[in-house]
């Protein structure tokens, strides 16, 4: 991962150092456009005051040769003057002789003319007058220094940003890189460490970018491995105990029927049987459990009156209401209809009653409550009972896990996965010494497409 960041990264950084180079050719060429232009600008101020003086002269005259040699050097430009026959009339070097010594020292000077004036290719423009021509002017360009001096400096300034630019580019890259990839390193670094059983593993985290979301959701998938780790570990003491217990008992029993010890009577056996119920009701428990998981399980779906499933259930209940004197109350219009399967809602009803019937003391009251909703039906079972304390709110519907008041863990892991097979889902609140409230919100029935037909 560091070699790609710091590939991409170094890659940005030539791509960045071509362009300031890129952008030097094009500001110089750009310049050097813009300096020839004005040469030719310049040229044709010459050769217009030639053809001017021409016209006006009706010949070539030395004086005004000289003057427009000596103006065309100090616009940079070397020249030469024929006529139409060929003939040299006036050319730089000459024309500098027929100045004062100050001037033409002067001159020379600030244009560079010497003895090496005449080195250098020259450009040659027809000199007219009426549409005939009347001659040619020879002209050599002088190197403009300030020109050149741009260029310079110009190159000596792109060409040291573009190293210095380019070194902290590179340097940048490398510790952008190692930093973009080290909470990536880390985070696979933990990934492997929980991969070999490390399950208390987490990442620091810190900012608030992509990485310390990816950060945060994998110290969440780590804690809900910890937490299932702690469950599954926790099955097989459960299962132990509750296996051990009737199995324990029932080899008791029968080594010392037949040592002798225990009579083999029928309140011997009948205690047998309880056992032998006790464990295969383990055993059920389990197979309806893993019956529950929505990808195995087969509902069939009608459209169910709540209040007529309450009052049976209030009658099933009927006799453990009387011997823990508790109120068993009803709350449900006649018209509300649920879309679920008969049996498996009277089963979730079933354990969540228990579940109350447990935690309620004598006097309390358990609330059996139905509404309908704009999507479907909300079915609520309130208890006044002692209540689940708050951090274990999120873990009872966990696989397996057993509260203070011990089971299997089973029940409510069933009744979630009962409710979620019917595209339901159960939320549960509650307030130590207040009471709990189960609710189950069943969606409607889809809707069946309806189909006419006609006949002719």
């Known amino acids: 991962m560091f070699k790609k960041l710091l590939f991409i990264m170094l890659f940005m950084a030539v791509l960045g150092t071509s362009s300031a180079l890129l952008l030097r050719e094009l500001v110089v060429r750009d310049f050097s456009r ?17 053809e001017s003086a ?24 070397v020249t030469k003057v024929r006529d139409q026959n060929g003939k040299t ?12 010594p100050e001037k033409q020292a ?32 020879e002209v050599r ?27 902290i580019a590179c340097v940048l890259s490398i510790l952008l890189a190692r930093r973009l990839s080290l909470p990536i390193v880390r985070l696979s670094q933990a990934a492997k460490n929980i991969s070999q059983g490390n399950l208390t593993e987490r990442v620091e985290i810190s900012g608030g970018d992509e990485l310390t979301i990816l950060g945060q959701s994998f110290n969440q998938m780590a804690h809900t491995l ?7 570990k926790q099955i097989c003491a459960n299962l132990a105990h509750e296996l051990r217990t009737p199995l324990t008992i029932m080899r008791g029993q029968l080594e010392g029927i037949l040592d002798g010890v225990i009579t083999n009577d029928e309140s011997r056996l009948k205690l047998l049987l309880e056992e032998n119920h006790r464990l295969t009701n383990v055993v059920a428990s389990m197979e309806e459990f893993f019956q529950a998981q929505a ?13 007529q499933l309450f009052d049976n259930l209030a009658r099933s209940f009927e006799v453990a209401a009387r011997e823990k004197e508790f109120v068993f109350k009803v709350d449900a219009d006649d018209g509300i209809m649920v879309h679920a399967d008969p049996e498996r809602l009277s089963q979730i009803l079933i354990n969540l009653i228990s579940n109350a019937l447990k935690a309620t003391a004598p006097g309390g009251t358990i609330t059996l409550r139905g509404k309908r909703t704009p999507s479907g039906c909300t079915i609520s079972v309130i208890d006044t009972g002692c209540g689940i ?12 896990y057993r509260g203070k008041d011990g089971g299997l863990g089973l029940g409510l892991a069933i009744v979630r996965e009962l409710v979620d097979a019917h595209g339901g889902t159960i939320e549960v609140t509650s307030t130590q010494g207040a009471g709990t409230t189960f609710s189950l919100a069943f969606p409607d029935a889809p809707e069946t497409p309806q189909f006419s037909t006609t006949t002719s």
Do not use: C
């Open 34 to 50: 813009l300096t020839e232009a004005e040469q030719e600008d310049r040229v044709s101020w010459v050769v217009a005051d030639l």
């Open 54 to 77: 021409f016209a006006k002269n009706k010949a070539w005259g030395r004086e005004m040769a000289v003057e427009d040699a000596v103006w065309a050097l100090q616009l940079g430009l």
């Open 89 to 100: 009339v006036m050319e730089t070097a000459r024309a500098l002789t027929y100045l004062a």
């Open 106 to 137: 002067r001159l020379q000077a600030g244009s560079g003319v010497g003895n090496e004036h005449d080195k250098g290719d020259y450009h040659v423009y027809p000199l007219f007058l009426h549409g005939e021509e009347i001659g040619q002017l």
């Open 141 to 167: 360009f002088l190197p403009d220094k300030r020109n050149n001096f741009f260029i310079s400096r110009t190159n000596s300034l792109l060409a040291y940003s573009a190293v210095i630019l380019g070194g």
């Open 226 to 232: 910890q937490l299932q780790n702690r469950l599954r």
């Open 295 to 307: 990808s195995v399980l087969t509902l069939a779906p009608l459209d169910v009156p709540v209040r």
């Open 389 to 400: 304390a708050a951090e274990e709110l999120p873990l009872i519907f966990e696989r397996f």
